[in-house]
T-cell receptor
Framework: KNEVEQSPQNLTAQEGEFITINCSYS?????LHWLQQHPGGGIVSLFM???GKKKHGRLIATINIQEKHSSLHITASHPRDSAVYIC??????????????FGKGTLLTVNP | DVKVTQSSRYLVKRTGEKVFLECVQD?????MFWYRQDPGLGLRLIYF???????EKGDIPEGYSVSREKKERFSLILESASTNQTSMYLC??????????FGQGTRLTVV
């Protein structure tokens, strides 16, 4: 079982819709990252969270440490939001605390 | 503007060739990483380095080696390329703040 599970794997939305992508993890973590990967490969870090909620423009990320769950929300979605969104966690259990474990990603397509 | 730069966007190599993938970062980061990304498998860590000349194996190091002679440069080496090493390769770096910065990726095809 993957330590980081994302859902859904694929998501298609109409422009303007509110979008939620979920991430569940099974290990203790020191931080959780949400990443965005556009076609062509480059990955951009959107958020790094260790508690609570962060907002940047139309993007909101929340984390519930007790439930080991995080969500990424996109308000008023736009076709340019179409990308793969990846959740990654940094474990706090011994060893190297700078290694990330990744979910398999959610492919979001926003249609005009 | 922070930068992690990978030397090539696309590479085609023959089976058995020695392949070098180069990554340079300009943020004075201690930590650098090499990942490969395959459909349905997500990103998997090949090797990482937390200091010059220091390296540790990741989850899938077989068939790969790395070199970090200078802080800003981290090289991934495929000693004898094989077709199952056809993949997207991503380099990343992070400092004490632990936010990861990624390169644009190198799509390697081994024929």
């Amino acid at each position: 079982k993957n330590e980081v599970e994302q859902s859904p794997q694929n998501l298609t939305a109409q422009e303007g819709e509110f979008i939620t992508i979920n991430c569940s993890y099974s290990v203790g973590i020191s931080a959780l990252h949400w990443l965005q990967q556009h076609p062509g490969g480059g990955i951009v870090s959107l958020f790094m969270l260790s508690s609570g909620k962060k907002k940047h423009g139309r993007l909101i990320a929340t984390i519930n440490i007790q439930e080991k769950h995080s969500s990424l929300h996109i308000t008023a979605s736009h076709p340019r939001d179409s990308a793969v969104y990846i959740c990654a966690v940094r474990s706090n259990s011994g060893g190297s605390n700078y290694k990330l474990t990744f979910g398999k990603g959610t492919l979001l397509t926003v249609n005009p | 503007d922070v930068k992690v730069t990978q030397s090539s966007r696309y590479l085609v190599k023959r089976t058995g060739e020695k392949v070098f993938l180069e990554c340079v970062q300009d943020m004075d980061h201690e930590n650098m990483f090499w990942y490969r990304q395959d459909p349905g498998l997500g990103l998997r860590l090949i090797y990482f380095s937390y200091d010059v000349k220091m390296k540790e194996k990741g989850d899938i190091p077989e068939g790969y080696s790395v070199s970090r002679e200078k802080k800003e440069r981290f090289s991934l080496i495929l000693e004898s390329a094989s077709t199952n090493q056809t993949s997207m390769y991503l380099c990343a770096s992070s400092g004490t703040g632990l936010v990861a910065f990624f390169g644009q990726g190198t799509r390697l095809t081994v024929v």
